[in-house]
């Protein structure tokens, strides 16, 4: 049987069309962008032509975007380097218990550095309270740093009005987009946003390319030094055959937008419903309306998630436990404890996140392999 991929949350197929986009710069065009002659000048021609499709992609403006190596880079240049530039001794960085790793540990080295952190905590669905965020800030405040849709259950965060009422205590807002953006709708100019980050890898692009939106009349943030790259906000030579290949990722997300979600939220509802009547009892952890489309997070309690896991990658089924950047711990998701789950919902559970591939077909033969599997474990 061919093997079956349900963690599109942790990374994607490279796109046929953008791995063709990406071939001449990997190869006869090697020209620096930054260069006057007409090697450099193709090359930047290829880095604005992708910089308006991933602007495109999230309602900005081309001269917003700057391209970092990552989902991660953006995030703590978004971070560290916010807080770097407003420079504000003990200052406070507000964001939510159930962030990526690559927010909390921004904080927390800055924490380490005699800044504070408040981490807002969140309700059952993952959601974080308006009454809290706005309890939060506080005169000390700098940044406000909220994820759009959560990597772990596909849970999504009111953005929209977190932004407004930071902005209307003139507190900068950072939002973590990296699963959001490809996947729904984004339009940063109406979400209020001014810096937002961006990831190729889980829209079917390239790995090692990322973005963060940096609104124009802010005080750009900058986290790596050295030459004048990206108008000064980030030094060092641009990967153009990743970048090529992020921006057209980011057109053909654009493309799809609609036929994506749909395709995932028709299976993602028949992998939910299978579940819940077949394979009880069964505990969900990601709610339809509030999530993304292609996201479902179950728990199986009694059952190890871990174990389940590697079970399922046995049968050529690959789903994971919650975050890639985590798999290799023991310990229950702390995603899921702040959402309330007791150790044994939060060590029991297991995401499936589905991709534009994926079928009917596929949806069937998971939740066939579940219940011989679950059956079978919870009864040694
Ligand atoms: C994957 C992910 C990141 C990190 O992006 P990379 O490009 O892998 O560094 C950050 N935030 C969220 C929510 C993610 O899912």
Not at 56 to 72: C, H, K, M, R, Y
Not at 224 to 250: D, K, L, M, P, Y
Not at 258 to 269: S, W, Y
Not at 303 to 331: K, P, Y
């Amino acid at each position: 049987m061919p093997k079956i991929y349900f963690d599109n949350n942790a990374t994607t197929r490279l796109d046929a069309s953008v791995f063709e986009e990406m071939l001449p710069f990997l190869r006869d065009n090697y020209g620096n962008p930054s260069s006057l002659h007409s090697f450099g000048r193709e090359a930047r021609r290829a880095l604005d032509n992708a910089r308006a499709h991933v602007a495109n992609l999230i309602g900005a403006e081309p001269g917003e975007i700057v391209f970092t190596s990552g989902g991660t880079e953006a995030d703590n240049q978004a971070i560290i380097g916010t807080v770097d530039i407003i420079g504000k001794p003990g200052g406070r960085i507000i964001t939510s218990a159930v962030e990526h790793q690559a927010v909390l540990n921004s904080c927390q080295h800055l924490q380490n550095k005699g800044y504070r952190t408040t981490l807002l905590p969140v309700d059952r669905e993952g959601r974080i309270k308006l009454a809290d965020l706005d309890k939060a800030l506080d005169n000390d405040a700098v940044l406000v740093s909220i994820m759009y849709a959560n990597n772990e259950t596909g849970s999504i965060q009111p953005v929209e009005e977190a932004a407004s009422i930071a902005k209307s205590r003139g507190i900068l807002f950072h939002c973590d987009g990296v699963q959001a953006a490809g996947r729904l709708p984004i339009d940063v100019r109406k979400l209020g946003v001014d810096l937002f980050s961006l990831s190729s890898h889980k829209i079917n692009g390239p790995k090692g390319s990322g973005a963060l939106f940096v609104r124009r009349g802010i005080l750009a943030p900058v986290l790596i030094h050295g030459g004048h790259h990206e108008q000064r906000r980030r030094a060092g030579t641009e990967n153009v055959a990743s970048i090529v290949g992020f921006g057209e990722a980011c057109r053909l997300a654009k493309q799809r937008l609609d036929e994506t979600a749909r395709n995932c939220a028709t299976l993602r509802d028949r992998l939910e419903k299978r579940i819940i009547e077949e394979v009880q009892p069964a505990v969900l952890n990601s709610c339809r309306g509030i999530c993304l489309p292609n996201t479902l997070n179950v728990s199986f309690p009694g059952v190890d998630g871990q174990f389940l896991a590697i079970n399922l990658d046995l049968m050529g089924i690959a789903v994971s436990t919650g975050s890639a950047c985590h798999a290799e711990s023991r310990e229950p998701s702390y995603v899921l404890k702040a959402m309330g789950r007791s150790d044994d919902e939060a060590s029991s559970c297991i995401r499936f996140s589905l991709g534009r591939e994926n079928t009917i077909e596929e949806v069937d033969a998971v939740v066939l392999a579940l219940k011989e599997l679950v059956r079978s474990l919870r009864a040694t």
